[in-house]
């Protein structure tokens, strides 16, 4: 089993939790944790939408890395190629989310 695929696959997870609690004001606007595009940071109510917009994309990538991070776990030999490979879903998710939310809440 090749464990540096499971960095992603907690990531993902946590992505998945914290964009939602963002979204329905759970966590505040803060300098710390969520999207940091100035549009968001504006207001609570900006914010708030910004993240609710972000949701989709994120899951989307979250669970691409989940699913990739899982098939990788199980290839043996297979080094950090699963890590590169869960890491890049992942990123492009956000990615794609921190676009979507900062035009959002702009």
Not at 1 to 6: A, G, T, W
Not at 13 to 24: G, R, Y
Not at 86 to 106: P, R
């Amino acid at each position: 089993m090749e464990y540096l695929s499971l960095i992603p696959m907690v990531l993902a997870i946590a992505f998945m939790i914290v964009v939602p609690m963002c979204a329905n004001g759970t966590i505040k606007a803060n300098p710390v944790v969520g999207i940091k595009w100035e549009s968001l940071q504006a207001s609570e109510d900006a914010w708030q939408r910004g993240h609710k917009a972000a949701i989709p994309a994120t899951f989307v990538g979250s669970i691409l890395a989940l699913i990739v991070g899982l098939v990788f776990l199980f290839v043996p030999s297979s080094g950090a190629i699963g890590f590169i490979a869960s890491f890049v879903c992942l990123l492009a998710g956000f990615g794609i989310a921190s676009v979507i939310g900062g035009k959002a809440a702009a």
